[in-house]
């Protein structure tokens, strides 16, 4: 062990975050765990165990209620502000080409996912611009803070072209140490010699403005807010459920497949006596013969039955009932912040982190450009609350009538989101004056 070895905190985590992570990348990512989330039966062998496995279904609530859950947050636009220079790197945050309303999804669905991520601001020199690099929970994996030397090691991807065949493109693995040990250095460790041990295959001082940087600049959230060390991950009770779910669905569909089918039998006849089955197939049984159908009777999947709409409504329970659609009518927008109290916190604890480490990210990064101070706001009306025709008309004729101001009925159109997201509230009563009045 050496540069890859992982923090006593991480080894701690990492059976949460492997849940967590193999749950929300779906079916695939479950099965190719095999037994550890879905045990053999007895007496399985392997085919038997791949057949079972096979008719098992995987039903992706992880990913469905994350891609719900930042879908409700970024469904208005984050407002910033920043200076000109810093806006023009927003359509590619990162130098390879991820934009940072892109950066701020991703950001936000591995705080929901794990609870902890990484942010690296970062100064590209060959294109002389800052960057931001962003790292899941895993890629965090060993961290050291001490009054002499302080250093945090990043697990990397990088890819090369194998030197013998120019069209084969090779992945492997490279950690990234960055290291306070009076100034802050990047030290990139890979395989190099035959052996396969890590050494060091490159060192870099970045500067800023020419002089060393006296902070490692890496941000980590958890799931209080700043820090490397995390309670356990907000959806992690979901992604168990989700996973009992699969259990479940691998137990009925092995006995919808033994017991759907009736099975003939015969008595009374010879067992050397090879009998066909079909239209075109006729049975000439003896006298004390008989013939009939082996049919499942019981209760035993109806309880598998049960079992799988049990789990279905707990994953509802713990998040994935934001994703279902808005009742009409009686049950409107308050009713659905306080049916969703308990998830929607959770989502608000996410969002605020995230939003603390987006600001922190990209004031380093604007800071080490030299070009002033970045401010970043995420939306927190998580429900669609758009005004129906028929609301719209109600306030209409009380602002008519004289029933309440005009700045009451523009503040219900903007909270309506009936008017633009960038237009205040000011803006459109100045709108109005210039417009004048309306007269056919």
């Keep these: 062990m050496g540069i890859d070895n992982t923090h006593p ?12 992570r193999n749950t929300y990348d779906g079916q695939d ?7 550890t989330y879905l045990p053999k039966l007895g007496g399985q062998d392997d085919d038997d165990y791949e057949a079972y496995a096979k008719r098992a279904l995987f039903f992706g609530a992880v990913e469905r209620t994350i891609a719900g859950l930042v879908g409700a947050v970024m469904r208005k636009a984050p ?5 000109e220079k ?7 945050i990162t130098g390879t080409g991820m934009s940072l309303n892109e950066f701020i999804s991703w950001a936000l669905s591995e705080q929901l996912l794990q609870g902890r991520i990484g942010i690296l601001p970062d100064w590209d020199n060959e294109a002389d611009r800052p960057v931001l690099s962003n790292y899941a929970t895993e890629k965090v994996i060993n961290w050291h803070f001490a009054d002499d030397k302080q250093w945090v090691i990043l697990q990397e991807a990088y890819s090369e072209i194998d030197p013998e065949d120019e069209y084969n493109v ?3 693995i490279q950690y990234r140490k960055l290291l306070l040990d009076g100034s802050y250095q990047q030290v990139i460790y890979r395989k190099t010699d035959k052996n396969g041990e890590f050494t060091v295959y490159d060192t870099i001082t970045p500067s800023r403005k020419g002089a060393a940087l006296d902070a490692i600049p890496l941000i980590v959230t958890n799931t209080n807010g700043m820090g490397y060390t995390s309670s356990e991950p907000p959806l992690l009770n979901l992604a168990d459920v989700n996973l009992s779910h699969y259990r479940t669905s691998a137990d009925l569909e092995h006995g919808r497949h033994w017991t759907a089918l009736p099975t003939p039998w015969v008595s009374g006849v010879d067992s050397a006596i090879k009998m066909a089955i079909g239209s075109g197939a006729v049975w000439c049984l003896p006298d004390h013969g008989k013939a009939g159908y082996l049919e499942f009777t019981g209760q035993g999947l109806q309880a ?3 079992g799988m709409d049990e789990k279905s409504g707990m994953m509802a329970k713990l998040g994935a009932q934001l994703l279902e659609a808005r009742k009409s009518g009686v049950e409107a927008a308050d009713s659905v912040r306080l049916r969703q109290n308990a998830e929607a916190s959770v989502l608000q604890s996410s969002v605020t982190i995230t939003e603390t480490a987006i600001n922190n990210a990209l004031n380093a990064m604007s800071e080490w450009a030299g070009w002033g ?6 939306n927190n009306d998580f429900v669609d609350s758009t005004l129906n025709p028929q609301d719209l008309k109600e306030l209409l004729a009380a602002w008519q009538t004289g029933g309440i101001s005009q700045n009451t009925f523009l503040y219900q159109m903007q909270r309506g989101e009936m008017l633009p997201p960038e237009v205040s509230i000011e803006d459109e009563k100045a709108l109005i ?5 309306n007269v056919d």
């Design 79 to 83: 407002v910033i502000e920043a200076p």
């Design 9 to 20: 905190h991480y080894n701690l985590r990492a059976p949460q975050w492997a849940r967590c």
């Design 86 to 92: 810093l806006e023009a790197l927003f359509t590619d």
């Design 29 to 35: 990512a479950v099965k190719a765990a095999g037994e």
């Design 433 to 437: 004056a210039a417009e004048g009045p």
């Design 170 to 172: 090779v992945e492997a």
């Design 304 to 306: 598998l039955e049960k």
């Design 373 to 378: 101070e970045v401010s970043v706001k995420l």
